[in-house]
């Protein structure tokens, strides 16, 4: 694919702000706090876009598309179930994060249950994140090799590369800030594709839009069928409430954000004006697909270019290499778009995960260590009164430079492992369906024991919550494996996070809650 001179600038204006951005938010970074929560002092409005960016990334601006152009608007209805999880976080669990004063979100299952509860919480956050964000960054770097014909591998490499760079300077200051602006220039992107296609296709823009109706290309709600329809109303309005549910609340990736704002009233502002402006964005995405179906249907685009059956996925990529005119920035904004998806989701994993490294494992295994090592010098002295600093909490300046830079080589560790995914997905044809799939088997475990936690007071227990938890996964895993061989059983993706959430719950609660001994900072006993 060729680029004019005006769309080139146009992709080196976006790579300046980006980094120019990434650059002044992130500087100043002298602990972990800063590193992981921004001092707790972000907008609550730039922390609702940086929360679109995340959560649209390259599949929605890739692979949504893709869907309207193959069927309709069915996936539009995910979206009241979208906005329902949202509202329960708001009103849940961020009052319990911010309770509990915590960096991630298992610091709060500590608090609750205990250290085993929020162990393999962090565990399964790591699982579904690696591999969510894996699929992520792979839609994106397939339309970046469509589009300029190059090799997948190197595409990916480079994407991981850019993302780790400003993620490892500038923390989530950094990660925040770049991701508002990459919300507006992907926003902004796929308005101006739809003015191009409303003037480019043939005929009046409301004859061709009348069209789309009369075919059923804009049909938003479906009534009728079975529970295993994937397009059914209340199938996916149960669905996305749940699915929401753990992928805003029980997911650090994007509770991360919301922790960064100054105090509880202005975190739950920042998901509820996120609420709001999420549905005009995802119906811009899918009116493009329905357009670019309409801009081949009339022999603008010279024939339909994608027949094999599942390549709708790599449809839009199709049309910005083949079908923008060169030279007028249009193309330039649109491959800017691409990469501001694919960047505003991937330094976000980067740094949730990061953090999650650092506050639940790293920190609890070091303070554990020196109050070993306390106690042994204690006992071989004889002083048993000998004073555990472990009990004050962090252990300073020299302790927060420490963790800091442990956080930043986390954070390369990262993003390696996601690249490593991404790759492993390469010949996939459903992105969409094996991202929705794969953390389903896992979300369900995350979300049920954050539920559990908040619903009740006196219920589940710090080892059984573990079963709970990992056997919701087992029992996902062998519905998806007896489907698969046998096809006697079968449980759409949309079932399997409700199941594990109602799995964990269930078994949660049949054990009473053990006293949870004292933790400080650091989530150690104190």
């Given at each position: 694919m060729s680029l004019g001179t005006a769309d080139i600038a146009v992709l080196v204006a976006y790579f300046v702000g980006t980094v120019t951005i990434g650059l002044w938010f992130g500087r100043g970074e002298r602990n972990t706090t800063d590193f992981f929560l921004g001092g707790r002092r972000q907008h609550w409005l730039v922390v609702g876009l940086s929360i679109i960016a995340t959560e649209v990334s390259a599949l929605t601006f890739l692979i949504v598309p893709g869907r309207s152009y193959e069927g309709n608007w069915w996936y539009l209805q995910m979206y009241v179930g979208s906005f329902v999880g949202r509202l329960l976080i708001v009103?849940?669990?961020?009052?319990?994060?911010?309770?509990?004063?915590?960096?991630?979100?298992?610091?709060?299952?500590g608090q609750r249950f205990g250290p085993w509860t929020r162990t393999v919480a962090a565990l399964m956050f790591f699982a579904s994140r690696i591999i969510g964000s894996g699929i992520r960054l792979l839609a994106a770097s397939l339309a970046l090799a469509i589009v300029f014909d190059w090799p997948l591998a190197w595409v990916v490499v480079g994407a991981a590369a850019i993302a780790v760079t400003y993620t490892t300077f500038g923390g989530i200051k950094a990660i925040i800030w770049t991701d508002a602006f990459q919300a507006l220039v992907f926003a902004g992107a796929a308005v101006a594709v739809v003015v191009f296609l409303l003037r480019a296709i043939p005929g009046a823009w409301i004859d061709n839009l009348s069209t789309l109706s009369a075919s059923g290309k804009l049909q938003v709600f479906h009534w009728e069928g079975g529970a295993n329809n994937v397009k059914l109303f209340w199938v996916l309005m149960i669905s996305s409430t749940v699915q929401t549910m753990a992928a805003l609340g029980a997911d650090q990736d994007m509770t991360q954000r919301m922790l960064t704002c100054p105090d509880l009233r202005r975190g739950q502002r920042s998901l509820i004006f996120n609420a709001f402006l999420g549905l005009p964005v995802v119906c811009v995405f899918l009116l493009v697909g329905s357009l670019v179906h309409q801009y081949y249907a009339v022999g603008a685009g010279g024939g339909t270019p994608v027949g094999e059956s599942g390549q709708q996925?790599?449809?839009?990529?199709?049309?910005?290499?083949?079908?923008?005119?060169?030279?007028?920035?249009?193309?330039?904004?649109?491959?800017?778009?691409?990469?501001?998806?694919?960047?505003?989701?991937?330094?976000?994993?980067?740094?949730?995960?990061?953090?999650s490294a650092v506050t639940d494992f790293y920190r609890p295994i070091v303070v554990l260590l020196r109050r070993r090592s306390a106690r042994a010098k204690a006992r071989s002295s004889g002083?048993?009164?000998?004073?555990?600093?472990?009990?004050?909490?962090?252990?300073?300046?020299?302790?927060?430079?420490?963790?800091?830079?442990?956080?930043?080589?986390?954070?390369?560790?990262?993003?390696?492992?996601?690249?490593?995914v991404a790759l492993a997905f390469a010949d996939s044809k459903q992105l969409l369906e094996d991202a929705f799939g794969w953390v389903g088997l896992i979300f369900g475990g995350m979300l049920g024991v954050f539920v559990l936690g908040v619903?009740?007071?006196?219920?589940g227990g710090d080892r059984l919550n573990v079963f709970a938890m990992l056997s919701s996964v087992g029992v996902l895993i062998g519905i998806k494996y007896a489907?698969?061989?046998?096809?006697?059983?079968?449980?759409?993706?949309?079932?399997?996070?409700?199941?594990?959430?109602?799995?964990?719950?269930?078994?949660?609660?049949c054990c009473p809650t053990a006293a949870v001994e004292p933790r400080s900072e650091t989530g150690a006993p104190g």
């Open positions: 009103y849940m669990l961020l009052p319990a994060f911010y309770g509990g004063s915590v960096t991630t979100v298992y610091e709060y299952l996925d790599r449809i839009f990529a199709h049309f910005i290499a083949t079908a923008l005119p060169v030279g007028y920035g249009l193309k330039g904004l649109l491959v800017a778009g691409i990469f501001a998806a694919a960047m505003s989701s991937l330094d976000s994993a980067l740094g949730a995960l990061s953090s002083d048993s009164g000998a004073d555990d600093p472990m009990t004050a909490g962090p252990g300073g300046g020299s302790d927060d430079r420490r963790e800091l830079r442990v956080a930043r080589a986390c954070t390369i560790v990262f993003g390696v492992l996601l690249a490593w619903t009740t007071t006196g219920r489907q698969e061989r046998s096809g006697v059983v079968y449980l759409a993706w949309p079932w399997w996070v409700v199941v594990g959430t109602t799995w964990t719950y269930l078994v949660g609660v």
